[in-house]
């Protein structure tokens, strides 16, 4: 079995080399051991280019693929083919990856799965609803996947894992890399509480052509695909386009009808995606009041000093500015500093810009 992992090792090395390679030599050849030992003229009388060729041959470093399984083994990433029976079935799809790389927990494809996604730029509305959605869905024992891009696939994983849930990020690179760095904390957070995934062995860099191919896995793992904030044409309606493939279940978060952000999500409402404001819309009104009432008792579990507390309450889930904290509290502005630096190294609310403050969900 570790001769054959070899094998699709080097079927995933040629994939980061070229995927269309890759996928045109597997559909030859069926198999991966075939493809690393079959000589030139079988490439040749296949219909191989000379380009592709020497592809291959370059990819058929013995020395070097087993110095990259060495670096997997060291860093904790696992491989999984389309050979074994743990590997996902990707019913539906019609370009499914014959490999997947991790680090974390092993994914699963399960009804439990629901894929999240949306705009990187996107506003402080847009990432408090990926927030608060996410963080509903793993609370209910949902498994949350998205994309680990700056915006709201990251407040998808956060709101996922600062309940204590399981969530998936799945990467256009190797995972010896965190694409976007900027994400590092939440990249490692998430392989402890999670998986990190990708079709990509180590080496491979996140290249902008890789990011359709890791749209299709993020809606492939789920048979339910949320998008939060999306304008239209962007990115993420080839998550749309994929998921549509499947047969998978659509639900878009309304926006302003002004708003630019919100442009994509409304125009998939008005072609018939499922209308999300709260976890109700997708899995009833049970599961949103089990969420309710989980958020409600460790709201309430939070103790704090009492003007602690009044400035705590004088925050907002979206960003309030200081003067009107002040203003609200009837607290000295230097106290209310005190208390708004001591809530936010305890981890109850954050800056997202300079000096306007918002709740984190505890």
Known sequence: ???????????????????????????????PQYIYEAKDESYVINGLKPKEIEILNFCKNREKLLKNMDESRRLGIH????????????VGLSDP????????????????????????????????????????????GKTVISGLAVGIDGACHKGALDCGGLTYAILGCGLDLCYPFSNKILFDRIIKNGSVIS??????????????????????????????????????YITVEWALQKGNDIYAVPGRATDPYSDGCNELIKQGAGLITDIGDVYG?????????????????ITLANENRLVYNNCDLLPTDIGTIIRNTRLPENRVLECLSRLEIEGFIEQPSKGYYCRKNV
Do not use: Q
């Open 79 to 90: 491989m999984m083919h389309e050979g074994e029976n743990i590997f996902p079935e990707f």
């Open 97 to 140: 990856p014959k490999v997947l790389f991790y680090r974390g927990k092993r994914p699963l494809l399960s009804p439990d799965n629901i894929s999240m996604v949306g705009a990187r730029s996107c506003t402080e509305y847009g990432k408090s609803m990926a927030y608060n959605l996410a963080l509903d869905f793993a609370i209910v």
């Open 285 to 301: 009104e049970e599961l949103k009041i089990a969420a309710y009432m989980y958020r409600k008792t460790k709201n309430d579990s």
């Open 199 to 236: 079709e990509y062995p180590v080496g491979v860099k996140a290249l902008s052509w890789h990011f359709p191919k890791r749209n299709r896995i993020i809606s492939a793992l789920s048979d339910k695909l949320v998008v939060v904030e999306a304008k239209k044409k962007s990115g993420t």
């Open 1 to 31: 079995m570790e001769e054959y992992n070899f094998y699709w090792y080097f079927y995933a090395e040629v994939f980061g080399v070229s995927e269309t390679l890759a996928e045109k030599a597997i559909k030859l050849y069926k198999d």
